[in-house]
């Protein structure tokens, strides 16, 4: 892995019922996760996905692009932009990209990770720390 490499983007299609899903495994049963009335109510364009799921899912794209998760050291982001998923069968598709930043000297490499829905940025300065493998 060189400064400047490319990842292979990963699309992710997210749908009501995957947001119900992580609501059960999560615990996060929040409504604006599931009910149209409960985030128009407070401000949001529509259901919008569990944050924690997004950064989820861009942890995959790193952890498929680097050969696992025992690659990951460190992962962190911030939420630029809710991720709206209509209610229909489709739902909607979060892109991931990354691009290698810099190699450390320690053997270790940064990502910077790009998350995007609708062409819109859905996670904002997305970095993976990774051991060379």
Sequence with gaps: MQPGTEFPARTFRVTRADLVRYAGASGDFNPIHWSDRQAIAVGLPGVIAHGMLTMGLAGQA??????????????????????????????????????????????LVQIDVSATCQGEKALGAAKALVRKQ
């Design 62 to 107: 790193v952890a498929s692009w680097v050969g696992g998760t025992a690659s990951i050291v460190e992962f962190s982001t911030r939420f630029a932009n809710p991720v709206v998923v209509p209610d229909d069968d489709k739902g909607t598709e979060i892109v991931v990209t990354g691009v290698v930043k810099k190699v450390l000297e320690d053997g």
